[in-house]
């Protein structure tokens, strides 16, 4: 009973429910409503199946034996306490926790692994934290393989390999993203999917930067930048800094410009952005940092009034196309659940909801992903595959 008294809590908060109107919903006074969560009163079959489709749940997450992660709400709550305005961060905490506890729930299903290992947390040399933070980006661009000039292609699923689980949906636009470290589970990041593809890559980096900095004190990201930042907020923001535009590659693209055009304009700079996968303004304020243009430079540009859409068109650069995946959950996720359904261990309507799609959508997801490209002798074809099926080539096998 009080794994289901706190699944029917967090299902509401996560679809930012009022207890007035759950209450309203099933024909009851709030406070019998609330003696329901509070486990005093039973709750009858017919108002579970009322309470699942007013939340936008299922029935099989609700009444899993299994109590929804604790550990994630708590201490992101007491993180925000201090921000004071309503923007939507119990509600985000909420979703946040329901995404974890369905990973969790899939894990158990599959019998998966355990993730990668969780790597130490990085010893603080006795150095300004900007500097610490410098060394880090660069010793995690060494040991993922990312080089010290090239930019990141996916972000996501690079932390996806090592374990990060990043997952992005629609948040107060006035929220980031999340951060935790969940016992038993990982890491995890929700990101405000509302955001432009730029500002979720840096709020991912800066949130990958707290999983090295200060993992076990989790916290929320706001979009609005605080008067003064403390030490794990500066180490967060010159991480993502240094890890999305390495010094030598900026330097190296910057100098390079310069040479092929004598000069280097701010569409120039704006297609630096575009080749990091950062906005303009983090552009701009890196290369004042580096020392290759003017301090100012930012508010040079703000005060003209010009807009980004301008700069591209004048400067010729053709706007972006979305790079990043915009998927609620993780490749890892999704497999998994493609992985469960295709084995028959979920049904066809707890894989759709599972990835919060319809079934329809579920159904072409899936076969999306079990089926590569052929384009021997100039023709492109399908091939499907089973997940159950070897990719070892008949002959091979024989040999």
């Known amino acids: 009973m009080n794994a289901l008294v706190q699944r029917l809590i967090s299902a509401r908060k996560a679809a930012g429910v009022s207890q007035e109107a759950a209450a309203t919903r099933l024909g009851m006074s709030r406070p019998t409503f609330i003696a329901i969560e509070k486990g005093t009163r039973l709750v009858k079959p017919e108002e579970l199946i009322a309470l699942a489709d007013l939340y936008g749940t299922t029935l099989n997450r609700l009444v899993r034996h299994s109590s ?47 993730g990668p290992a969780v790597p130490p947390q990085p010893a603080r040399p006795n150095i300004p934290v900007e500097r610490f933070a410098e060394i880090c980006a660069i010793e995690q661009r060494r040991t993922l393989g990312l080089g010290d000039r090239q930019p990141i292609g996916s972000l996501r699923k690079t932390l996806d390999e090592v374990g ?38 840096w709020t991912i980096a800066h949130e990958y930067g707290h999983f090295l900095f200060d993992r076990d004190r989790p916290g929320v990201d706001y979009l609005a930048p605080m008067r003064r930042k403390p030490e794990n907020e500066r180490f967060a923001d010159a991480f993502a800094a240094h890890f999305l535009m390495p010094s030598a590659g900026v330097e190296h693209r910057f100098h390079d410009t310069y040479l092929q055009k004598g000069d280097v304009n701010v569409g120039d700079v ?33 005060a003209t009034g010009a807009r980004v859409r301008d700069i591209r068109e004048e400067s010729g650069l053709q706007s972006l196309d979305e790079k990043e995946s915009v998927e609620i959950f993780p490749d890892r996720y999704i497999m998994l659940a493609i992985a469960a359904w295709s084995s028959e261990s979920i049904t066809t309507s707890q894989f759709a909801k ?36 070897s990719v070892v080539h008949k002959e091979r096998q024989s040999a």
Not at 166 to 191: E, M
Not at 278 to 289: D, K, P, Q, T, Y
């Open 68 to 114: 929804p992660p604790a550990e994630v709400a708590p201490h992101l709550r007491a993180a925000a306490e201090s921000a004071g305005e309503d923007v939507g961060v119990e509600e985000a905490v909420a979703k946040l926790t329901e995404f974890v506890d369905d990973y969790l729930f899939l894990k158990d299903r599959m019998n998966a692994p355990g």
């Open 354 to 389: 599972l990835l919060r799609k319809t079934v329809v959508e579920a159904r072409d997801l899936a076969s999306s992903r079990s089926s590569l490209v052929d384009e021997t002798n100039g023709f492109r074809s399908s091939i499907s595959l089973s997940l159950s099926d």
């Open 164 to 201: 990060v689980h990043v997952f992005i949906d629609g948040l107060n636009s006035k929220l980031a993203g999340l951060y935790a470290f969940v016992n038993g589970f990982g890491y995890c990041i929700l990101v405000n999917s509302g955001h432009p593809p730029t500002r979720r890559r």
């Open 270 to 302: 704006l297609g630096m952005a575009d080749y990091f996968g950062v906005s303009l303004m983090a552009m701009v304020l890196r290369l004042e940092a580096l020392g290759l243009i003017k301090k100012g430079s930012w508010d040079g540009i703000k």
